[in-house]
Nanobody
Framework: QVQLVESGGGLVQAGGSLRVSCAASGRTFSIYTMGWFRQAPGKEREFVARISWNGARTDYADSVKGRFTISRDNAKNTVFLQMNSLKPEDTAVYYC???????????????WGQGTQVTVSS
């Protein structure tokens, strides 16, 4: 069982930066792929980024590639999403998720946080 708690969301101007964090409970955090997803009002939840259990592999949605960076600190049971050059279309609730498969589909993740709101003003 893994419990996830996101933090660090907020309001930022277009072009700005924000880092969101996800703290995990449980001793098995390091075995999980960690993913970030987001959901904007009226839209489906979409994949943003993922990182393998040891941090060796990362992948990003095309819409955030080159602007967002996912990282993890297994010693602190935490995963991060650094977001630079933010755009109004990045506005959404951001969720972290843990799963055993290295996937991009929400269904492949077993545990979810409650989400943190990121709002980018133009």
């Amino acid at each position: 069982q893994v419990q996830l708690v996101e933090s660090g969301g907020g309001l930022v101007q277009a072009g700005g930066s924000l880092r969101v964090s996800c703290a995990a409970s449980g001793r098995t955090f390091s075995i999980y792929t960690m993913g970030w997803f987001r959901q904007a009002p009226g839209k489906e939840r979409e994949f943003v980024a993922r990182i393998s259990w040891n941090g060796a592999r990362t992948d990003y949605a095309d819409s955030v590639k080159g602007r967002f960076t996912i990282s993890r600190d297994n010693a602190k049971n935490t995963v991060f999403l650094q977001m630079n050059s933010l755009k109004p279309e990045d506005t959404a609730v951001y969720y972290c998720a843990a799963g055993l498969a290295y996937g991009t589909r929400a269904a492949e993740y077993n545990y979810w946080g409650q989400g943190t709101q990121v709002t980018v003003s133009s």
